[in-house]
Every structure is written in structure tokens, then in C-alpha cells.
């Protein structure tokens, strides 16, 4: 394999620019992006998210001194010149972790084989980005096999995002009794479905059962979203309109005021109307939620750490330009009622909180170190991510030290014990494998 692979490499990461993005000084993403890649950003440009990891569609890119080969020859080396790292060599982390798969460790090459089973993001929301949805393993698989063009990867994307900034969501379906207060005060969805499925709506009770409970949602809201563009038009007209006039009055609930926004972002689309069926959730910086395959979501404003199994697969069906998948999305989803979990924090020492999904693929650990103070992550048998959000300090490993300050992304391999110290302060986040599966003594064989 050649040289001795270090504990810790740089990452060189990619930015995407979505119109739902924050733009420019705005963002967190460009302010992150620029101190990671040395490149000017554009102040009028929108700057939505901040990609680490290894997934084709927004590669990181393995940072190499000269004269450090870090298990590769200097022969395979991808020479990329200009910015911050133009006395470097790079290397796209993919490539990098198949030519040297033991910075995975045991437990994780066994379970997804030379691949990071997780994708790290910084996202900056200053608009409702899609109603959506990602896909569990066996129908990513054949989405990916029907339309590659469109499903990236055949990999599931379970996902959690954990609040910057107060940080504004559609999560999931809302439960019974606000759904027939929902029929009962939202007179254009009665119009645009029926009004035979609206009273199947408000005559349901909790000891019709699961089952019924979900056949009558999932009509109610296929019905909604396959409804012509002219209906809809003209129906989110009349409710913009009734809104309108009680915001005069100040009766508006937040769920209104929410509609109304939409409608000024994305006007005349089917996702204004169905945002009534949604949980409206408003998360507190530190605050984190989860979602798993087929659960429907929408991210409306603010920024959050996101973190989810390596995968790009989204089926949208409103709130976006994008293609929309509108009969699969309705087909795929679980269509389970009530908010979602806020995941508990878990204090490992007075400055690290864990957030633990119930994924195998990741986890999520937020370290606020105040001045002149230093803290420990114990060598764990996975990958590591972390990004430096705010501060500067020093990352030590076993013989080795590295300055660290905001922008800077660093992977971690598997086994390898990081003491972190700052004169100044410093606020970071580091992904990995989730504990929970590191400790079982079993691992499955990869598909």
C-alpha cells in the first residue's frame, strides 16, 4: 500500500448552489466554503450546501503535501492548480479510501465495503426547498436501474438534520385530530378533492386501526397532488385570498402565515395547499430531528448540520422547478401520522453532546470548546468527519498536530484518538458510524 496512511487528512469539499440557497455574507455555507477551498464567492450568488464526504455528485477531495503520498504513488496523484491548494496534490476521497480501505476500519468495510457509509452537510435555507422524500434500499434500487439520469446511486438516505439557527421544517403527516381540523377550516382542499374523501376524513376514529387510518390519508393526499396545475391555480387563488382577509384581522394561525409565504416563493403550486397536512416544526439551534425512508419533508428556512446515509436520491412533488415524481412519491410513503422525534442529546464530557439516530450508517457529535480549554475524542473503530464551524485550535494524533480553524474539514480514520485544545474557542461537528452498530459483535456481509 505504500506509505503509512496519517491519522488525519484534509478535505477539500464541494459547494452546491441551489436557488433555494442564502446568498453570499448570508450564508453559512459560502462563508464556509470560501475558507475551505480559498476561493472568492459571489455576493449575489445563492450557496445552499456544504458537501463532505464521498458521494460522485459533490466529491471531497483528499489534501496531500508535497512529498506525502498518503498510500497513493505520485504517479496516481490528480494534479489541480489555482486557489488554496495550489502546492498540493489532491485525490477524491472515493478513490483515496478504495486504494487504502483500512482507514474504514473492520466493522464498517465488512458492512458497506470500501465505501463511507455516510454524507456530511452544511446547509444555508433561505427558501422551502421540495416537498419530498428519499427512497428505502429495494426501491432506490429500482429507480437507479430505471432512471439513472434522475436516482444518482441505488442506496437508501436515511437522514437528520440538527439546528444552527432556529430552523423551520415540514416533517411528516400531522396526526388525526388535526387533520379533520384541517378538512373542517381549509375549505379548498374539500374543493380540489372531494367532498366524499374529506368526510371519509371526519368520520375516521382512532379504532378504525392503523390500516384504515393510512388507506384514507394517502387518498386525501393523492387526490391533492394529482390535481391539473389549472385547478390548482385557481383554487390557491381563492385561498390566498381568504387568508388575505384574515390577516386583516389578525386571525392568521402559523400555519397560515406559512402558506403565505409560500405562495410568494413558489406561486400557484400544489405544496402551499399541502403544506396543511404537514407537522410545522421550528427547532432551536441544538435541536435535531430524524427521518427515515419514505417520510415526507420540507426544509423552509434557516441552517442546520445534516447528516444521512451516502446517497442523492430525492423524489420531489412540490415546492421546487425540479423534476417531479409525483406517483411515486405518493406510492412510497408511510404515510404515519403525528410529529417527529427530537432526538435526545447525549453528554459525553461538558463540552460534547452525541446525537444518535437509529441508523447504522451515521451519528453526530457537537463540541463547543470555550477559551484555553481542550477535550478528547476516544479512538473509535469507524471513520470520522469533522468540520470546524467557528474558532481555531489544534487536532493532535499520536505524532502528529494539526492547526485547525473555521472552514477546515478533516477525515479521521478508523481507531485513531484525537485530543483537541483552543486558546480562542472553537465550535465543531464530527460524523461517524453510529455507535450503537461500532459496539454490536456481529457484522452482516455487505450486499
Request: charged share 25%.
Given at each position: 500500500?505504500?506509505?503509512?496512511?496519517?491519522?488525519?487528512?484534509?478535505?477539500?469539499?464541494?459547494?452546491?448552489?441551489?436557488?433555494?440557497?442564502?446568498?453570499?455574507?448570508?450564508?453559512?455555507?459560502?462563508?464556509?466554503?470560501?475558507?475551505?477551498?480559498?476561493?472568492?464567492?459571489?455576493?449575489?450568488g445563492?450557496?445552499?450546501?456544504?458537501?463532505?464526504?464521498?458521494?460522485?455528485?459533490?466529491?471531497?477531495?483528499?489534501?496531500?503535501?508535497?512529498?506525502?503520498?498518503?498510500?497513493?504513488?505520485?504517479?496516481?496523484?490528480?494534479?489541480?492548480?489555482?486557489?488554496?491548494?495550489?502546492?498540493?496534490?489532491l485525490?477524491?476521497?472515493?478513490?483515496?479510501?478504495?486504494?487504502?480501505?483500512?482507514?474504514?476500519?473492520?466493522?464498517?468495510?465488512?458492512?458497506?465495503?470500501?465505501?463511507?457509509?455516510?454524507?456530511?452537510?452544511?446547509?444555508?435555507?433561505?427558501?422551502?426547498?421540495?416537498?419530498?422524500?428519499?427512497?428505502?434500499?429495494?426501491?432506490?434500487?429500482?429507480?437507479?436501474?430505471?432512471?439513472?439520469?434522475?436516482?444518482?446511486?441505488?442506496?437508501?438516505?436515511?437522514?437528520?438534520?440538527?439546528?444552527?439557527?432556529?430552523?423551520?421544517?415540514?416533517?411528516?403527516?400531522?396526526?388525526?385530530?388535526?387533520?379533520?381540523?384541517v378538512?373542517?377550516?381549509?375549505?379548498?382542499?374539500?374543493?380540489?378533492?372531494?367532498?366524499?374523501?374529506?368526510?371519509?376524513?371526519?368520520?375516521?376514529?382512532?379504532?378504525?386501526?392503523?390500516?384504515?387510518?393510512?388507506?384514507?390519508?394517502?387518498?386525501?393526499?393523492?387526490?391533492?397532488?394529482?390535481?391539473?396545475?389549472?385547478?390548482?391555480?385557481?383554487?390557491?387563488?381563492k385561498?390566498?385570498?381568504?387568508?388575505?382577509?384574515?390577516?386583516?384581522?389578525?386571525?392568521?394561525?402559523?400555519?397560515?402565515?406559512?402558506?403565505?409565504?409560500?405562495?410568494?416563493?413558489?406561486?400557484?403550486?400544489?405544496?402551499?395547499?399541502?403544506?396543511?397536512?404537514?407537522?410545522?416544526?421550528?427547532?432551536?439551534?441544538?435541536?435535531?430531528l430524524?427521518?427515515?425512508?419514505?417520510?415526507?419533508?420540507?426544509?423552509?428556512?434557516?441552517?442546520?448540520?445534516?447528516?444521512?446515509?451516502?446517497?442523492?436520491?430525492?423524489?420531489?412533488?412540490?415546492?421546487?422547478?425540479?423534476?417531479?415524481?409525483?406517483?411515486?412519491?405518493?406510492?412510497?410513503?408511510?404515510?404515519?401520522?403525528?410529529?417527529?422525534?427530537?432526538?435526545?442529546?447525549?453528554?459525553?464530557?461538558?463540552?460534547?453532546?452525541?446525537?444518535?439516530?437509529?441508523?447504522d450508517?451515521?451519528?453526530?457529535?457537537?463540541?463547543?470548546?470555550?477559551?484555553?480549554?481542550?477535550t478528547?475524542?476516544?479512538?473509535?473503530?469507524?471513520?470520522?468527519?469533522?468540520?470546524?464551524?467557528?474558532?481555531?485550535?489544534?487536532?493532535?494524533?499520536p505524532?502528529?498536530?494539526?492547526?485547525?480553524?473555521?472552514?477546515?474539514?478533516?477525515?479521521?480514520?478508523?481507531?485513531?484518538?484525537?485530543?483537541?485544545?483552543?486558546?480562542?474557542?472553537?465550535?465543531?461537528?464530527?460524523?461517524?458510524?453510529?455507535?450503537?452498530?461500532?459496539?454490536?459483535?456481529?457484522?452482516s456481509?455487505?450486499?
Open positions: 500500500m505504500g506509505a503509512e496512511i496519517p491519522g488525519v487528512v484534509k478535505l477539500k469539499c464541494s459547494v452546491k448552489n441551489y436557488d433555494w440557497g442564502k446568498v453570499g455574507k448570508e450564508s453559512a455555507v459560502a462563508r464556509l466554503y470560501a475558507k475551505n477551498s480559498g476561493e472568492e464567492t459571489d455576493a449575489d445563492p450557496y445552499a450546501e456544504f458537501w463532505m464526504g464521498s458521494h460522485e455528485s459533490g466529491p471531497s477531495y483528499v489534501v496531500v503535501s508535497e512529498g506525502v503520498n498518503a498510500g497513493l504513488t505520485n504517479g496516481e496523484l490528480e494534479r489541480e492548480d489555482g486557489c488554496k491548494w495550489k502546492n498540493y496534490n485525490v477524491s476521497l472515493k478513490d483515496w479510501i478504495e486504494r487504502n480501505p483500512s482507514v474504514l476500519g473492520d466493522k464498517a468495510l465488512k458492512k458497506w465495503g470500501p465505501n463511507l457509509p455516510f454524507l456530511f452537510k452544511v446547509l444555508s435555507v433561505a427558501k422551502a426547498l421540495s416537498i419530498q422524500a428519499h427512497p428505502d434500499k429495494d426501491l432506490a434500487a429500482v429507480l437507479h436501474k430505471q432512471q439513472p439520469e434522475v436516482y444518482k446511486d441505488d442506496n437508501h438516505k436515511p437522514e437528520m438534520a440538527l439546528a444552527l439557527t432556529e430552523f423551520e421544517a415540514l416533517c411528516g403527516f400531522v396526526g388525526l385530530e388535526e387533520l379533520k381540523t378538512v373542517h377550516t381549509v375549505p379548498e382542499i374539500i374543493e380540489v378533492v372531494g367532498s366524499s374523501c374529506a368526510d371519509q376524513v371526519l368520520t375516521l376514529s382512532e379504532e378504525d386501526g392503523e390500516a384504515k387510518l393510512k388507506q384514507v390519508l394517502r387518498s386525501l393526499f393523492t387526490s391533492l397532488m394529482s390535481v391539473s396545475k389549472t385547478v390548482i391555480s385557481d383554487v390557491i387563488s385561498l390566498i385570498s381568504r387568508l388575505n382577509l384574515k390577516r386583516e384581522v389578525r386571525e392568521l394561525t402559523e400555519k397560515e402565515e406559512l402558506v403565505l409565504r409560500l405562495e410568494k416563493q413558489y406561486p400557484g403550486d400544489v405544496g402551499i395547499i399541502a403544506a396543511f397536512l404537514f407537522n410545522y416544526m421550528k427547532l432551536n439551534p441544538g435541536d435535531a430524524y427521518l427515515g425512508a419514505n417520510e415526507p419533508h420540507a426544509y423552509i428556512h434557516g441552517d442546520c448540520i445534516e447528516c444521512m446515509a451516502t446517497s442523492d436520491n430525492v423524489v420531489r412533488a412540490g415546492l421546487t422547478p425540479k423534476n417531479r415524481d409525483v406517483q411515486t412519491l405518493c406510492s412510497m410513503l408511510t404515510y404515519k401520522q403525528g410529529s417527529p422525534e427530537i432526538l435526545p442529546r447525549v453528554h459525553l464530557n461538558p463540552y460534547t453532546v452525541k446525537y444518535l439516530p437509529p441508523f450508517e451515521f451519528e453526530v457529535d457537537r463540541c463547543d470548546l470555550p477559551q484555553e480549554t481542550s478528547a475524542f476516544p479512538a473509535v473503530p469507524g471513520p470520522s468527519i469533522f468540520v470546524v464551524m467557528a474558532g481555531e485550535g489544534t487536532m493532535r494524533v505524532f502528529f498536530k494539526q492547526l485547525i480553524a473555521e472552514g477546515d474539514v478533516l477525515f479521521v480514520t478508523a481507531n485513531t484518538e484525537i485530543s483537541i485544545e483552543t486558546v480562542s474557542g472553537l465550535n465543531l461537528y464530527r460524523a461517524g458510524v453510529n455507535s450503537r452498530f461500532l459496539e454490536k459483535s456481529g457484522v456481509t455487505p450486499n
